[in-house]
């Protein structure tokens, strides 16, 4: 039976990032090809009901994982709060992988939502997860961000 992976769609080709452009990642696309695996795009700002494009979100404090615990704050460029946007998203990509039965997927690093490694807090680039990946970590879904993607040990 093929295996079902949650995958960011832009990696996958569609046009849902922020800026309404695409990130089509090869590596990952020749990977599920290969394997002959179930791609399941998600973009949980879509999901969430964020419009394509969008203005750019960043971290106002703390990353994933501390929004998540209550503590962080998203906000877009125009300095409104949007974590209600994010959590809402990561919630619909968890239940999603748990309706498709995923326990792995691959990320757009860096993404407020899908970054695995890193983050950005305000325009600087940081340690730290998104909201989305963090969620997904908790429920035990193994995590590789595009940038590392090394299909020998994912």
Not at 2 to 8: D, F, M
Not at 97 to 108: H, M, S, T, W
Not at 116 to 137: F, I, M, N, P, R
């Amino acid at each position: 039976m093929a295996e079902t992976i949650l995958v960011s769609a832009c990696l996958l080709g569609l046009t849902t990032r922020y800026d309404g452009k695409a990130a089509a990642n090869e590596k990952v696309l020749a990977y599920l090809r290969r394997n002959q695996a179930i791609a399941i795009p998600v973009c949980p700002e879509q999901l969430a009901g964020l419009p394509t494009p969008r203005p750019r979100c960043w971290f106002a404090n703390g990353d994933g994982a501390t929004l998540l615990s209550g503590t962080g704050r998203l906000e877009n460029e125009n300095g409104e709060d949007v974590s209600s946007f994010f959590l809402d998203g990561a919630r619909q990509c968890l239940t999603i992988a748990q309706l498709v039965r995923a326990n792995r997927a691959i990320l757009k690093e860096r993404s407020p939502s899908c970054g695995s490694h890193q983050v950005y807090l305000g325009q600087e680039k940081v340690d730290g997860q998104g909201v989305t990946a963090a969620l997904l970590k908790q429920h035990n879904v193994v995590i590789c961000s595009d940038e590392d993607f090394d299909e020998e040990n994912f």
